[in-house]
C-alpha cells in the first residue's frame, strides 16, 4: 500500500480516485514513492516515481524506472475522455542487439495495452510514443560499452474513479521492459536464483 496524504479540501471526485490508488497492488520487484506534482499542468495532480530495486537486475548501473501522473480537471481539456488524464514515462536499459530492432517500439507499447487489458482498466482516448536510444562513447567516454535504452511515454483518460488497474498496468510495464515477466494480478513466480 502507499501512503500520502490525501487532502481534504480536494473534489470528491479527485479525493475517490486517489483512495483507489491507495490500495493498487504493488509488486515486489519495484519501489514507489510520491513526488511533487506538476502545478500548472491541471488543478489538481499526483504524481508517483517508481524503480526497480536494484538487487534485482543482476547488473550495476541504471535499472527500469519510471513516473506516473494523476490529472484532473473540473472541465475535460481537449483530447480527454473524462475529467482525469494520467500520464506516464517508463524506461529500461536494453541490449544492444534489442535496441537496433525497429520493432521494439511495437512491441513496448503493446505492453502497455496488454497490461492495462490485464489490470481491467477503464480508459479512452490514449496516445503515445515510444524511443529507442543507441548510445556510443567517444574520446574520454570512449572506454564505456555502448548501450541502448527504451523509453514510452503515453497518456489516456481513465473512464471511472479507480485509478488502481492504471496505476498496476504502468507498474506492470515497467517490469516488462526490465525483463521481469508480466503476469495476472495474485500470481508470482518461483525465484530459483536465490535472488530477494
Known amino acids: 500500500m502507499i501512503e500520502f496524504d490525501v487532502p481534504s479540501d480536494a473534489p470528491a471526485e479527485f479525493r475517490v ?14 519501489d514507489v514513492e510520491t513526488i511533487p506534482a506538476p502545478t500548472a499542468i491541471a488543478s489538481h495532480a499526483i504524481t508517483f516515481k517508481a524503480n526497480i530495486k536494484e538487487n534485482l537486475t543482476g547488473v550495476e548501473g541504471d535499472a527500469g524506472t519510471g513516473r506516473f ?4 480537471e473540473p472541465e475535460p481539456q481537449e483530447a480527454w475522455a473524462s475529467r482525469f488524464r494520467v500520464v506516464i514515462f517508463a524506461k529500461s536499459p536494453l541490449e544492444t542487439n534489442i535496441g ?34 543507441m548510445s556510443t562513447g567517444y574520446g574520454s567516454l570512449s572506454a564505456q560499452h555502448d548501450h541502448a535504452e527504451l523509453e514510452l511515454r503515453a497518456s ?21 521492459m526490465s525483463g521481469f515477466p508480466n503476469l495476472p494480478a495474485g500470481i508470482s513466480t518461483i525465484d530459483f536464483s536465490g535472488r530477494r
Open 100 to 133: 537496433a530492432d525497429e520493432e521494439i517500439s511495437d512491441v513496448v507499447w503493446a505492453w502497455l495495452n496488454e497490461a492495462l487489458e490485464n489490470r481491467h482498466a477503464e480508459f479512452g482516448a490514449i496516445a503515445g510514443t515510444a524511443t529507442r536510444i
Open 69 to 72: 501522473v494523476m490529472l484532473w
Open 17 to 30: 480516485a486517489l483512495e483507489s490508488l491507495k490500495h493498487a497492488a504493488i509488486r515486489s520487484e519495484i
Open 156 to 176: 489516456w483518460s481513465p473512464l471511472t474513479t479507480d485509478i488502481a488497474g492504471s496505476f498496476e498496468a504502468w507498474l506492470d510495464l515497467i517490469c516488462i
